[in-house]
């Protein structure tokens, strides 16, 4: 089938009763560019109990299009892909009910060309809803791709090729094809089946044609069994894919990317990839694309991916939802590994209106929608059925793990399954007091915030042992939320039993990834979280003992916006605890110095396990001239020196036997800060931090010189205050104001400040930290102009070449 997008020309309005128009005044419809999350636009509410979703409201919408269709199509199977809609939605073509979707993360396809009127305009609508169901932002409306298919009676459908290499050697790789031709003609046809395998370079490497006879009205499944001679092999280090293109002569055409590698698994070697033992270093990542809300655009999926993978993770659990697409691709091309999960609810409800309410009817649609949206993507290695489902350590609920174990591996066998079991709530039937936050603030929540020591004390118990052994082992991998004392205990309890850390402290990963190395049956740690995200708002946030405030509590009041423990925060800007995770993971020789804001020095920390230092990568602290102030140095060499201004503070001993960290005492002053690390005696390397000077200048940057019009491309200006060296001004924020002409258009702008009003569909945002994120969506081929102006600043230009995309 022909694919083309069908993400131009919609128009969108908040829903309302078609009886209260009838009434009232009629609320116009304003246009929109897929993909869209209709709830950024909403006006954040300062309620009690709106952190989770970073205090916007949930809210009804509605979208629609007019489309024209040819005469000429008449007869064709004409087909809609959504690949998410947030939340319930419900499509109708021409009036006419199409189609329904509850769970917001699923893609889904409506067979249109019966609701269609050839040789003149149709018109779809589409409806959504999100309300109380979520346990962070999700996000709104059709915020990711829409396609339009167009095919003949006899035709490969959408998703119908599906490729997997079961036999893999240095000499020759079998590649098996399995494609799905469909039939909608009243006779029997038999049409010739054509297969290549191409390789990078877009050379034949393998080919076959075979006929295949289609009884009417029934779809018939070819499986076809090639072989590539001296493969290359996909892999995180060396991601090559391949094309494999299938044709119908004369009628139809697909072709999809994908990757020969294996996959192996034991408790004695953990996970090879193509027979080498490959650790996960894994950043645990939501969906939102920070400034652009839960808009999934390829660009900004790409950049994500690109950027971890820069920060030393090579696997991304998708948290707690199914991969989009476009990420997968990324993931595919940039040799990042991917745990995608199914659900993070079940039958027992996490919010009032979720998707347990829908999950017994759906549950096994929306395993299939996932399952086939990965098949062919070599990045994923692991499944996930679920996050933190209480029913883990009930009877029931161990037999509905069974279930959805069984269905995903009658669709694909050659992945392994986990499921991300949080052994503490996996009690929550015997220790129900602790399900709801009591007058002093001692929910589930606040008690891992509190003291993760007591999580995995209760995680260790022999209730827990025995109320989760049936619900670990329907799967090939346990996976384990905040659970690692049981890492060590389980290897002797439960020998066959492989292990993954799905959701860990930060702040332990030097900890977590001792464990990791340790113990084979151990295969990788994932952060909570590798990018920040919007909602559970201000869990990572520094929190300091008062007198109101005897411990954590869990999420921050309004105006907090983001959660504030990703390595990356939502801009993508790289954070002090980053470069703590690149050491502990051996990818970095050099120490890193981050300094604690100097105004809280002394004060008793009582910030969560989410929560890294108060720390920033600054050495300007206006009006703190002389004020004490604590210097960390991360590395792993033995001995770090710290140098300010020249003068030494002597040297202190670092590496992995000291948690690769140091600290050291000091008072501020202007000028230069040094950190020189020694390994037997001798300079092993050295980080610098300078304060930044007068005048204070306005800098922008785009991440490339030209994007392209069409494909989900952006361009990101960084927007920064620097002094004439080029230094960061971390102390002198202020609003910057962007104006965008030319082929593009502004699609968010914002900042990673943590807590403020500010919106990121205003042309205007204050920095934070000395920084700000533009985000630009090109309109067509040509020239966009970046114009960047703040107070006292000089302004500056951006210019960016938008080109015409490959035919």
Known sequence: ?????????????????????????????????????????????????????????????????????????????????????????????????????????????????????????????????????????????????????????????????????????????????????????????????????????????????????????????????????????????????????????????????????????????????????????????HH????????????????????????????????????????????????????????????????????????????????????AKDHNHPSVVLYSIGNEIPETGTAAGAAWGRKLATKVRALDDTRFLTNAVNNLLALLSDITALRSQDEEGTGINTLMADSGNDVNAIAASELVTTRTAESYSVLDVAGMNYSEIRYESDRTLFPNRIILGTETFPTRIDELWRLVAQHSHVIGDFTWTGWDYLGEAGIGRPQYSTSDTPRPTFTAPYPYLVAGCGDLDITGHRRPASYYREI???????????????????RTVLSSRWAWSDTIAGWTWPGDEAAPVTVEVYSDAEEVELLVNGRSLGRNPAGEQHRFRTEFETAYEPGELVAIAYRNGRESGRDILRTATAPIMLHAEADRPAITAGVGDLSYVTVTLVDPAGTVHTAADRPVRVDVSGAGTLTGFGSAAPSNEERFDATEHHTYEGRALAVVLPTGPGTIRLTATAPDCDPVEVLITVEEPAR
């Open 288 to 371: 939102d694309n920070g400034p652009l809300g839960a808009a999934t655009f390829a660009r900004a999926e790409e950049r994500r991916v690109r950027l971890l993978k820069d920060a030393g993770f090579n696997a991304i659990r998708m948290s707690h939802h199914p991969m989009s697409t476009a990420m997968l691709d990324a993931c595919d091309r940039l040799g990042m590994l991917v745990v995608d999960e199914a659900f993070d609810i079940w039958t027992w409800g996490k919010s009032p209106f979720d998707y347990s309410l829908s999950f017994p009817e759906w549950w096994e649609r929306d395993i299939e929608a996932m399952v």
């Open 1 to 285: 089938m022909i694919r083309t997008s069908f993400n131009d020309n919609w128009q969108f309005r908040s829903k309302v009763s078609p009886f209260a128009e009838l009434s009232g005044p009629v609320v116009p419809f304003k246009p929109v560019t897929l993909p869209h999350d209709a709830m950024l636009a909403r006006d954040r509410e300062a309620t009690t109990d709106g952190g989770a979703t970073a205090y916007f409201p949930g809210g009804a919408y509605e979208y629609r299009k007019m489309f024209f269709v040819a005469e000429e199509h008449r007869g064709k199977r004409i087909v809609l892909e959504f690949e998410g809609v947030y939340r319930d939605a419900v499509v109708f073509l021409n009036g006419d009910y199409a189609g329904q979707r509850p769970y917001g993360y699923s893609q889904f396809f409506i067979d249109a060309d019966r609701f269609l009127r050839f040789g003149e305009d149709n018109e779809i609508r589409v409806e959504c809803r999100t309300h109380q169901d979520s346990r962070w932002y999700t996000g709104a409306g059709i915020y990711r791709d829409t396609w339009l298919f167009i095919g003949e009676v006899v035709r490969i459908g959408p998703e119908g090729v599906r490729v997997t290499t079961p036999d893999i050697d240095a000499e020759r790789a079998v590649v098996e094809v399995a494609t799905t031709v469909e039939n909608d003609s009243i006779e029997v046809r038999t049409v010739e089946l054509v297969t290549e395998i191409r390789d990078a370079t877009g050379t034949v490497v393998a080919s076959d044609t075979a006929p295949v006879t289609l009884q009417p009205g029934e779809p018939a499944t070819a499986g076809r069994r090639l072989y590539v001679q001296v493969p290359s092999l996909w892999s995180p280090d060396s991601p090559t894919l391949y094309t494999c293109a299938v044709s119908i002569t004369g009628t139809d055409a697909v072709e999809v990317a994908f990757g020969i590698r294996s996959l192996r698994l034991d408790p004695r070697h953990g996970m090879r990839i193509n027979g080498e033992t490959v650790k996960l270093r894994g950043a645990c990542v």
């Open 584 to 602: 502990v993971f051996g990818l970095r020789s050099r120490p890193y110095l981050a300094v604690r804001r100097p105004r809280h020095h002394g």
